[in-house]
């Protein structure tokens, strides 16, 4: 039987390699295979498959798999993985951005790669692998010419950005924001503030920089003391931004401050609530000495995807889409920047039910129809977790599948519609019939 690998040893093995794989009905040809195991699943029983397919090596933790010199025995796949990432990333001097958030995350993410990526070779997350299996595999894609990395961390539970912090070893951070979401897995919001924290707990003992939003009063609060760099709209920070007339809406227009001057952004996004995502965005090119033109390009050339505040014309009517996730915090200020949008077409919203809120989800979802009776928007209500609410006056459907034959059978024509609700619900399917 063979012996199991050290971390330095299955590292020596992995640079022969030409990445990572996990799925058998991906590999990429000449890769490492990690046989992951979950809990309806044991990949130690595809490592034969994934070799056949192409992969270079196998690592498992089944000594009766390991019957040859392709298969890497380790004590644990998963711990494998991730020591291996960090050691890894401990071969590179370059400057780690770790970027949590409860919203705009994955936004703002996007922006700071697009800046960066303008004038030196980056690294970034890719999609939203931003836990404790999509980190390590992000730092396994460092290769000899990067010279920045931004790794994006998400978190269900306390512990879980101390986890990827401790993978990561980021000397740089950003949280993007604290609202109150994952409450279920969290406890509490007090639970979710001490969770993305963590993050600068990290980079408090390892004498790391902060970018913060000098707008936030709880981020300010808890990166006192700290090296930080600060943005925003208020006060003084060390980047001030601020909003321009909405002469391109749907759009957000704004401007951040270089060197006593000001520079124009017209972006793709929409809302608001956008405007720190492109401030950190500025902030963090600005600290790493991109040129204010280069910022500038970066931000106005980012479309977004994924469903993430994505602004279409279908024909029949204008889509304002962001049905990608949604927590009460997201919610509100969305169906604000909604409420205050210009527009000569009549508005809808249709709003899906936010998941993982555990005892707190009546209350929330509660919150959310005051907050839509309050702003006088007409409302479409789609899931089990509105359904529940008696007497709310406003039209409800189940699911996403009977509000799609609903629509189907009345069209809308001429509206400006906001989708917005969790993954879970599925609004996204609604956009053929609108």
């Keep these: 039987m063979n012996a199991p690998m050290t971390i330095p040893e299955l590292h020596r093995a992995f640079l022969d390699c030409t990445g990572t794989s996990t799925d058998t009905r991906s590999i990429l040809k000449g890769s490492m295979f990690f046989a992951l195991k979950g809990p309806n699943f044991n990949a130690n029983s595809f490592a034969g498959e994934a ?28 711990r494998a993985l991730q020591e291996l990432a960090t050691h890894h990333r401990r071969t590179f001097s370059i400057p780690v951005i770790g970027i949590t958030g409860t919203n705009g995350k994955t936004t703002t993410k996007e922006l700071v790669h697009a800046v960066l990526s303008a004038d030196r070779p980056t690294l970034a997350t890719t999609g939203n692998l931003n836990n404790h299996i999509g980190v390590p595999l992000t730092l396994l894609r460092l290769k000899p010419e990067h010279r920045i990395a931004i790794i994006e961390m998400g978190a269900n539970h306390v512990g879980d950005i101390a986890e990827l912090v401790a993978i990561a070893e980021p000397t740089h951070g950003l949280i993007t924001n604290i609202g109150r979401a994952h409450l279920e897995g969290f406890g509490s919001y007090e639970g979710v503030v001490k969770a993305k924290t963590e993050l600068y707990d990290f980079l408090r003992s390892h004498l790391g920089v902060l970018f913060v939003n000098a707008d936030d009063p709880l981020l300010m609060e808890k990166s006192a003391g700290l090296r930080r760099v600060t943005y ?8 001030p931004g601020y909003l321009q007339p909405l002469s391109h809406d749907p759009f957000l227009s704004c401007s951040f401050d270089h060197h006593d001057d000001a520079w124009m952004v017209d972006t793709r996004l929409i809302g608001a609530y956008n405007l720190p995502n492109v401030l950190a965005a500025a902030c963090i090119g600005m600290h790493f000495k991109v040129g204010p033109e280069r910022i500038v390009d970066a931000i106005d050339g980012y ?8 602004f279409s014309d279908t024909g029949r009517n204008q889509l304002v889409l962001d049905a990608y996730n949604a927590n009460p915090s997201s919610m509100q200020v969305a169906l604000e920047n909604f409420a205050a949008m210009q527009t000569d077409r009549p508005k809808l919203a249709i709003l899906g039910g936010m998941k993982e809120l555990g005892a707190d989800s009546r209350a929330e979802h509660t919150g959310v129809v005051d907050t839509v009776k309050r702003l006088g928007v007409d409302t479409v209500f789609v899931g089990p977790e509105f359904m529940e609410l008696t007497d709310m006056g406003f039209t409800t459907y189940p699911d996403a599948k009977a509000a799609l034959e609903a629509f189907r059978q009345k069209p809308l024509t001429g509206y400006l519609i906001l989708v ?6 599925k609004l996204e399917t609604l956009v053929e019939a609108l």
Excluded at 58 to 65: E, N, R, T
Excluded at 420 to 425: F, W
Aim: charged share 30%; no cysteine.
């Design 51 to 78: 070799l056949d397919k192409g992969a270079k090596y196998a690592v498992v933790d089944d000594p009766a798999v390991a019957v040859d010199d392709r298969y890497l025995l380790v004590p644990d796949v998963l």
């Design 232 to 239: 925003g709209s208020t006060g003084n920070p060390d980047v």
């Design 303 to 310: 479309e977004p995807s994924n469903n993430r505040s994505q």
């Design 420 to 425: 917005k609700g969790s993954r879970g619900t």
